[in-house]
């Protein structure tokens, strides 16, 4: 089976770093992938991590234990239209297949 | 071009019509996806698809038929829906490679069709 857990909501100040938690337990894995989703939109691709260590993007970061099923994005520098959702998603070792995790809703006040 | 584009982007049907939603990708990707995605919930994984044959089918009702008639294109034919079926579905795309035994994939997700069955 698998387990994907993140926080259900955050909050934040524009300007801050924040940090979004995403733990998984999946039956096979083969990278580890974080999307941002606002309102009624598709999700937008941000990060993608498959060995340990951090990933940089300019204002984004993941980080990925494989040892320890554990993800996290880090926001710098936060804007107001980083106020989204985000979503970690674990593909398993078999084929394409993705498993979401149930997303954090990021509110970024002023 | 990094698009993928669905349609229709609004899809209102009765419980008895038959309608089909379009995934149209010219990224040269292929993997593509179905998702279904209701509001405040994650997208939930429908079908794959990779070199125009189906390798993933989650469990889902047959009242909802995908189709692949080439690697640029994705439907997914409906018909006899129920009211819980309203939701997002969300197609994606991605390019299916693998180096070394690690893949490289990322998906792009195409703006959706909101789906509402009376």
């Known amino acids: 089976g698998q387990n994907i857990d993140q926080p259900t909501e955050m909050t934040a100040t524009e300007g801050a770093i924040v940090q979004i938690n995403c733990t998984y337990q999946t039956s096979g894995f083969n990278g580890l992938f974080w999307y941002q989703q606002h309102a009624g939109e598709a999700p937008t691709f941000l990060s993608y991590n498959v060995l340990d260590g951090l990933e940089e993007k300019g204002r984004f970061s993941s980080f990925l234990s494989r040892s320890k099923g554990y993800s996290y994005l880090l926001l710098k520098e936060l804007q107001m239209k980083d106020s989204a959702s985000y979503l970690c998603?674990?593909?398993?070792?078999?084929?394409?297949?993705?498993?979401f995790g149930p997303g954090t809703r990021l509110s970024v006040l002023p | 071009d990094t698009e993928v584009t669905q349609t229709p982007k609004h899809l209102v049907m009765g419980m008895t019509n038959k309608k089909s939603l379009k995934c149209e990708q010219h990224m040269g990707h292929r993997a593509m996806y179905w998702y279904k995605q209701k509001a405040k919930k994650p997208p939930e994984l429908m079908f794959v698809?990779?070199?125009?044959?189906?390798?993933i089918n989650e469990s889902v009702p047959s009242r909802f038929s995908p189709e692949c008639p080439n690697s640029s294109l994705l439907n997914l034919h409906l018909h006899a829906l129920q009211p819980e079926d309203s939701a997002l579905y969300l197609c994606?795309?991605?390019?299916?490679?693998?180096?070394?035994?690690?893949?490289?994939?990322?998906?792009?997700f195409g703006p959706g069709t909101r789906l509402t069955v009376l």
């Open positions: 698809y990779s070199y125009e044959k189906l390798s």
């Open positions: 998603a674990v593909r398993r070792n078999y084929g394409q297949n993705f498993v």
């Open positions: 994606a795309s991605s390019q299916d490679v693998t180096s070394g035994g690690i893949s490289t994939d990322t998906q792009y």
